[in-house]
């Protein structure tokens, strides 16, 4: 069974920096897509950013692009979020999700997903 676990949120202020990690465990994952997503109190939950794990191609969120980088580490079988520039709307709880079908990297829905972690809350103080 597939785990995705992401510990690193946590609190940061506006303008500042933070990493989140999902390792993954339990399945192989040479033909899957990897995404974030982040639901902020009161609203739908909602892509960030996502990657083939074959290959490396991504896809990002228009308001995230050029800030957030996605990248994953096949040899630790594990997904990064590097995330610049915070603003305070980017306070959410933060989740790993995987799709066993490779193309969900290009346009990811949390209904195309196979697999998700808990999730990680990040806040940005202003």
């Known amino acids: 069974q597939v785990q995705l676990v992401e510990p690193g949120g946590g609190l940061v202020q506006a303008g500042g920096s933070l990493s989140l990690s999902c390792s993954a465990s339990?399945?192989?994952?040479?033909?899957?897509?990897m995404a974030w997503f982040r639901q902020a109190p009161g609203k739908d939950r909602e892509s960030v950013a996502a990657i083939k794990w074959s290959g490396g191609s991504t896809y990002y969120r228009d308001s995230v692009t050029g800030r957030f980088t996605i990248s994953r580490d096949n040899a630790k079988r594990t997904v990064y979020l590097k995330m610049n520039s915070l603003k305070t709307e980017d306070t959410a709880v933060y989740y790993c999700?995987?799709?066993?079908?490779?193309?969900?990297?290009?346009?990811?829905?949390?209904?195309?997903?196979?697999?998700w972690g808990k999730g990680t809350l990040v806040t940005v103080s202003s």
């Open positions: 339990g399945g192989t994952f040479t033909s899957h897509a």
């Open positions: 999700a995987a799709s066993t079908t490779y193309t969900t990297y290009a346009s990811p829905s949390p209904s195309s997903m196979n697999y």
